[in-house]
């Protein structure tokens, strides 16, 4: 089963983000359709879809809130932060690919890319 996920590394402290939350949604019929939000664990990893939310592929956007994030470390931002609510839109064609968003973070920047690899079975 395919799975989309994200990684998401706090560059200021050299730590995975843990507690940052993210929201997906995807093109359906024409219209964005909201799928369940997520929070990154501990090794700054969470599971965004899996299954049948990736059969077909298609569109997707994935907001993460690093604005938040940065607030609850205490770095210290000003209300209006240069890095806030970052959002992503791509595309996933049909297959059997897991899909991982790997992302650096600042309160000045981030960078994010996409890695493939063969999906896992199911045991």
Same mark, same amino acid.
């Given at each position: 089963?395919? =799975?989309? !996920?994200?990684?998401?590394?706090?560059?200021?402290? $050299?730590?995975? /983000? !843990?507690?940052?939350?993210?929201?997906? @949604?995807?093109?359906?019929?024409?219209?964005? #359709? #909201? &799928? *369940?939000? /997520?929070?990154?664990?501990?090794?700054?990893?969470?599971?965004?879809?899996?299954?049948?939310? %990736?059969?077909? $592929?298609?569109?997707?956007?994935? %907001?993460?809130?690093?604005? =938040?994030?940065?607030? #609850? @470390?205490?770095? $210290? &931002? *000003? #209300?209006? =932060? &240069?890095?806030?609510?970052?959002? %992503? @839109?791509?595309?996933? !064609?049909?297959?059997?690919?897991?899909?991982?968003? @790997?992302?650096?973070?600042?309160? =000045? $920047?981030?960078?994010?890319?996409?890695?493939? !690899? *063969?999906?896992? /079975?199911? /045991?």
């Amino acid at each position: 089963m395919a =799975k989309l !996920e994200i990684s998401i590394l706090d560059m200021v402290s $050299g730590q995975m /983000a !843990e507690g940052v939350e993210v929201q997906l @949604r995807k093109v359906v019929n024409g219209d964005w #359709q #909201q &799928l *369940p939000d /997520a929070k990154t664990a501990k090794g700054g990893h969470a599971v965004l879809c899996a299954g049948a939310d %990736l059969d077909g $592929g298609g569109y997707f956007e994935v %907001l993460v809130f690093l604005g =938040k994030y940065f607030d #609850q @470390r205490g770095y $210290g &931002l *000003p #209300q209006i =932060k &240069l890095v806030d609510i970052v959002p %992503l @839109r791509f595309g996933i !064609e049909s297959g059997s690919a897991d899909i991982n968003i @790997r992302m650096t973070s600042s309160t =000045k $920047g981030y960078n994010a890319g996409f890695a493939t !690899e *063969p999906a896992h /079975a199911e /045991a």
